[in-house]
């Protein structure tokens, strides 16, 4: 009989463990049963406690890590975005107008285009396509194209009509439509100016994209991911439905995926009036956090500034101050906890100055029984001054989340539109250096949702093809081990679920990944490199290659 109260049911060994347990900080093998981590040490002892019907695999002296979790993943629309155009590694304004042009060609009239992804910052012309541009491409078809940031989008004549936008429609709130010298619009779209087109086409996101979610599990699972926490965007338009269709996965499949499934500040008096609590859910499928705008983005020029950019204004605020701080209040004092976009540096002090105000005067009183299961958050803190982050971090109840690969897509953009102000740009090492529990993620899809390539973005702070020379700002890398704990025990712990997710502990979720080279030990620009041999969510296999 085994010496575990359990007989495993899966054994690996001959592993390189990389624990994040303080008790156990590396071992050989690993024992579970039912889900969960029975037994950790090495290969020997381990291998003892097999019965017949225990399955074994044999590493080969594979580095394992913790199941990793993105903390910032838009799943709904990188899910339906997969059907359509991905303009990622588009490399020029002349290669986007062609594969643009391609697309038209093999759709009916009518038909919708819809792409997401282009960098305009990152090619040689350097140009933002318009809608003239894109008329020229075709008239017959709706066409929409999202930037890489997801703040601003460029439409054509016939996608402005639908969504009737001319000469004369106004701003709505909280969003800018770009008029020329006429009063022509330009097409191009601007925060929630994007939702007047967004909302015509919600038929045609919602149509299979439960089967689109479904299809994009096994493809994170290669990743490594065990875990997303999946966030809305502006306006809240896909929330019910990304709700609903989480829940038809959890209930109708084996959901090899963890979620934690944002709310829109939009419907924050809603989620009160039911009594939803942030942790809501099952250990597959939770309540996550409310979402809040306080400005935009920097490659849409409106994140808000401290200084004018170098070629625009200082950008824009979104929700005003005023209104997040009642929100926040409303929500912690309902067991909700709040998550704020903020890019701007002024927007990240100004929302430094209102946590300190609320979340200071929380911690004096005694705790109560609807305080939420877990931190507020900052999402991005994407530019922020030294002296923000030192005040940041003296705050409890507070985490921050950050996107590391951004950092390199966003590098050109940044030098661009602030020039040396850049140094307050994806400050991770200050961070980390004033005790913020800083999670990593990609903004998917945004950025690779690869958690790799993301290590690689922090510890190196270079594009893949190693420039710049040394990283750029490079007193602002992190180790691997720190890179890890923020893709696993941190985003663990801003969720609530330290105690069962984050590291390989007996008693937790049998979570991990297995890698086909060891991430700690090779130079760090191999680590983008690096692939995923073996994935398991709740002790069952939910990815495999055949190496192993």
């Known amino acids: 009989m085994s010496g575990f109260s359990q007989i495993p049911q899966l054994i690996l060994t001959n592993g390189k463990f990389y624990t994040q ?78 594969v643009l042009k391609n697309e038209a060609n093999k759709k009916n009239p009518g038909e919708w285009i819809i792409g997401q992804g282009f960098n305009e910052s990152d090619w040689p012309e350097n140009k933002m396509p318009l809608r003239k541009d894109l008329d020229r491409i075709t008239t017959a078809h709706p066409l929409i194209i999202w930037r890489c940031d997801l703040h601003l989008a460029v439409a054509n004549s016939v996608a402005l009509g639908i969504a009737n936008i001319g000469p004369d429609t106004p701003n709505p709130p909280e969003g800018i439509i770009e008029k020329d010298g006429t009063s022509q619009p330009t097409g191009v779209l601007r925060e929630l100016a994007i939702n007047l087109v967004k909302k015509t086409i919600l038929e045609l996101m919602d149509k ?15 990743l490594g991911l065990t875990g997303v ?27 090899n995926i963890r979620a934690w499934v944002a709310l829109p500040g939009e ?5 009160i009036t039911l009594g939803l609590k942030s942790g809501f859910g099952n250990d597959k499928l939770r309540i996550g956090h409310v979402k809040f705008f306080a400005d935009g983005g920097m490659g849409a020029r409106t994140a808000y500034m401290i200084d004018p950019y170098l070629d625009a204004d200082v950008g824009m605020p979104l929700t005003p101050m005023s209104e997040l701080e009642f929100a926040l209040k409303r929500a912690d004092n309902s067991g909700l906890a709040v998550m704020i976009h903020a890019i701007g540096d002024r927007t990240n002090r100004e929302l430094v100055d209102l946590l300190e105000r609320v979340m200071c005067s929380s911690s004096q009183q005694q705790q109560k029984q609807t305080q939420p299961s877990m931190p507020h958050r900052i999402e991005h803190l994407q530019m922020i001054r030294t002296e923000d982050i030192q005040r940041l971090g003296a705050i409890k109840r507070v985490a921050g989340c950050v996107q590391p690969h951004n950092l390199v897509l966003d590098i050109n953009m940044v030098e661009q539109s602030v020039g040396n102000k850049g140094r307050f740009a994806y400050c991770f090492r200050d961070m980390l250096d004033a ?39 490079p007193d602002q890398k992190v180790t691997v ?11 663990a712990l801003a969720s609530g679920a330290g105690h069962t997710l984050g590291s390989l502990s007996i008693g937790k979720f049998a979570d991990m990944v297995v890698l086909d080279r060891d991430i700690l030990s090779i130079d760090p620009a191999d680590i983008i490199n690096t692939s995923v041999e073996l994935t398991l969510v709740d002790g069952q296999i939910a990815y495999r290659t055949a190496n192993l």
């Not at 990188?78 to 490399?91: D, E, P």
């Not at 299979?208 to 290669?222: C, F, K, W």
């Not at 926490?229 to 499949?253: C, F, N, V």
Request: charged letters at 20%; glycine letters at 8%; hydrophobic letters at 40%.
């Open 208 to 222: 299979d994209i439960v089967n689109a979610m479904y299809e994009g599990i096994h493809t994170l699972n290669g």
């Open 481 to 491: 081990e720190e890179a890890i704990y923020a893709y696993t025990m941190a985003p």
């Open 435 to 473: 005790g913020i529990n800083v999670m990593f993620s990609s903004d998917t899809p945004v950025c690779d949702p690869s958690p790799l390539v993301g290590i690689h973005a922090a510890v190196t702070r270079q594009r893949a093809d190693g420039t710049p020379k040394n990283g750029w700002y």
């Open 229 to 255: 926490h999946d966030i809305r965007l502006m306006g809240g338009l896909e929330g019910a439905s990304a709700l609903k269709a989480w829940e038809s996965l959890e209930q109708s499949t084996t959901m």
């Open 267 to 271: 419907y924050l008096d809603e989620a």
């Open 21 to 98: 347990d303080n008790t156990i900080s590396a071992a050989e093998a690993i024992a579970i049963a039912n889900g969960r981590i029975i037994g950790l040490g090495d290969s020997k002892t381990i291998l003892k406690s097999a019965e017949h019907q225990t399955e074994i695999i044999n590493l080969g002296g594979r580095r394992v890590l913790p199941g990793m979790i993105d903390s910032h993943f838009h799943y709904h629309e990188w899910a339906f975005m997969r059907r359509h155009l991905n303009l990622a590694k588009v490399s020029s304004f002349a290669e986007c107008l062609t």
